[in-house]
T-cell receptor
Framework: GDSVTQMEGPVTLSEEAFLTINCTYTATGYPSLFWYVQYPGEGLQLLLKATKADDKGSNKGFEATYRKETTSFHLEKGSVQVSDSAVYFC????????????FGTGTRLKVLA | NAGVTQTPKFQVLKTGQSMTLQCAQDMNHNSMYWYRQDPGMGLRLIYY???????DKGEVPNGYNVSRLNKREFSLRLESAAPSQTSVYFC????????????FGPGTRLTVT
């Protein structure tokens, strides 16, 4: 079945460091791919998305490119801030039928001042 | 625009007690979902409702029932709570425009003693 694998955390970085969180997937067909962010005590918020191969999703300085050849959707940011400290989830969804999401296990990011 | 709302925010139950978690969305979405979030396991789908009047099991349905009361509301019921159901529960609804994004509620933190 479909699955999402993302790098284990926690990831601890200094402010202004470069961030990469790896995400790879297994899916039949052509899923949509998402990164969600969860701040402490809150629900999940969509960070960015990509719906087809080679699409680049971007938001708030974060970027991820839908790579069909490597089945990957890695999250990157050039310069992290303390306010980026959160848990990040990679997810995929089919584009027909029930649109059920498959989530990765989440990666906790801590940014130190 | 309230989005997805959930009640209660916190709940403590004794083993064997029952309760219903409420969820409502005001975005006129057809599909709604219930997830549970446990440390190190990401989000797992309990039940979903593709449209008003239909419900289906997800990955971890045992011990739960759901009701899609109308297009807005989707409730999750624990008939006889067990400590293994201690978790954070999230409700979500799906937008079919712009890439099949799910919108999440703020969550209900449930502890079963």
């Amino acid at each position: 079945g479909d699955s999402v694998t993302q790098m284990e955390g926690p990831v601890t970085l200094s402010e202004e460091a470069f961030l990469t969180i790896n995400c790879t997937y297994t899916a039949t067909g052509y899923p949509s791919l998402f990164w969600y962010v969860q701040y402490p005590g809150e629900g999940l918020q969509l960070l960015l998305k990509a719906t087809k191969a080679d699409d680049k999703g971007s938001n708030k300085g974060f970027e991820a490119t839908y790579r069909k050849e490597t089945t990957s959707f890695h999250l990157e940011k050039g310069s992290v801030q303390v306010s980026d400290s959160a848990v990040y989830f990679c997810a995929l969804s089919g584009r027909s039928g029930t649109y059920k999401y498959i989530f990765g296990t989440g990666t906790r990011l801590k940014v130190l001042a | 625009n309230a989005g997805v709302t959930q009640t209660p925010k916190f709940q403590v139950l004794k083993t064997g007690q029952s309760m219903t978690l409420q969820c409502a969305q005001d975005m006129n979405h057809n599909s709604m979902y219930w997830y549970r979030q446990d440390p190190g396991m990401g989000l797992r789908l309990i039940y979903y409702s593709a449209s008003e009047g239909t419900t289906d099991k997800g990955e971890v349905p045992n011990g739960y029932n759901v009701s899609r009361l109308n297009k807005r509301e989707f409730s999750l019921r624990l008939e006889s709570a067990a400590p293994s159901q201690t978790s954070v529960y999230f409700c979500a609804s799906l937008s079919l425009t712009g890439g099949y994004e799910q919108y999440f509620g703020p969550g209900t933190r449930l502890t079963v003693t």
